[in-house]
């Protein structure tokens, strides 16, 4: 049973941010400060936290509760059939917006939240990667 009323845990839901989340802010801030260029709100599906658009390349930055990581993402004990029905949505909703940017000519790149915060070299690498090797 959830400990909050409703209207506090609809207040404490609104308050998930959808973009500018600090891991991506951080990954956005490495990438700029190593020349890197990118459009943010680039009119795409699925609407990718970082276009690079004369490489075609899309980035996510994906949260490891919300996009059920591997490594890191656990089901929360209450309302167990909610969450994985929830977080099973995001998974078939990311392949969906992975293959359709695929028939459109993009590239998809998808990051880990916790890469960049144990990693963030190894994560502009990945991007920085891809960016060299399409842009030749």
């Known amino acids: 049973m959830d400990v909050l009323t409703p209207e506090q845990r609809r207040k404490c839901m609104s308050r998930i941010r959808g973009s500018d989340t600090k891991p991506e802010i951080a990954l956005r801030t490495h990438l700029w400060e190593m020349g890197l260029r990118y459009r943010l709100r ?31 993402a656990t089901i929360p004990s209450t309302n167990r059939r ?29 990051i880990w939240e916790h890469e960049i915060k144990h990693n963030i070299d190894a994560a502009t690498s990945k991007i920085m990667c891809v960016i060299d090797g399409e842009s030749r």
């Open 82 to 110: 909610f969450w994985e029905q929830k977080i099973g949505k995001n998974l078939a909703r990311d392949d969906k917006i992975n293959k359709e940017l695929d028939s459109m000519g993009w590239l998809v790149i998808r």
């Open 42 to 72: 680039y009119e795409l599906p699925g609407r990718p936290d970082l276009v690079f658009v004369k490489q075609r390349v899309a980035v996510f930055v994906d949260g490891c509760f919300w996009h059920g990581c591997p490594d890191h």
